[in-house]
């Protein structure tokens, strides 16, 4: 069964870093991209990065682009997401999601995704 487990979110000052980790299993992770979204209180679900499954190339949400980095490691069945200069703006529950085919270059469009974990509350507070 596809499952799909975040982690590593928390509450962290302004200007601190984070480091969440989707770990996945029932599948195998190196033929899919992964996206990484992320939700605010009262707001829309948005694209915040992904990763494709072939050549690893990456694309960010300008508001997030130089500050996180995403990255995958399929001998470990896991993707992540590094965040630096956190901003209050970034609270959110994040999730990560896996594209619906095999081997496309990754788009930040969750209509192209259509497995998601439970998500993991990033809170960025003085």
């Known amino acids: 069964q596809l499952q799909l487990v975040e982690s590593g979110g928390g509450l962290v000052q302004p200007g601190g870093s984070l480091r969440l980790s989707c770990a996945a299993s029932?599948?195998?992770?190196?033929?899919?991209?992964i996206g990484w979204f992320r939700q605010a209180p009262g707001k829309e679900r948005e694209g915040v990065s992904c990763?494709?499954?072939?050549?690893?190339?990456?694309k960010y949400a300008d508001s997030v682009k130089g500050r996180f980095t995403v990255s995958r490691d399929n001998a470990k069945n896991a993707v992540y997401l590094q965040m630096n200069s956190l901003k209050p703006e970034d609270t959110a529950v994040y999730y990560c999601a896996v594209d619906k085919f095999m081997f496309r270059v990754c788009e930040i469009n969750d209509d192209e995704y259509d497995h998601w974990g439970q998500g993991t509350e990033v809170t960025v507070s003085s």
């Open positions: 990763i494709s499954a072939r050549d690893e190339s990456t």
């Open positions: 029932g599948f195998t992770l190196s033929y899919y991209a």
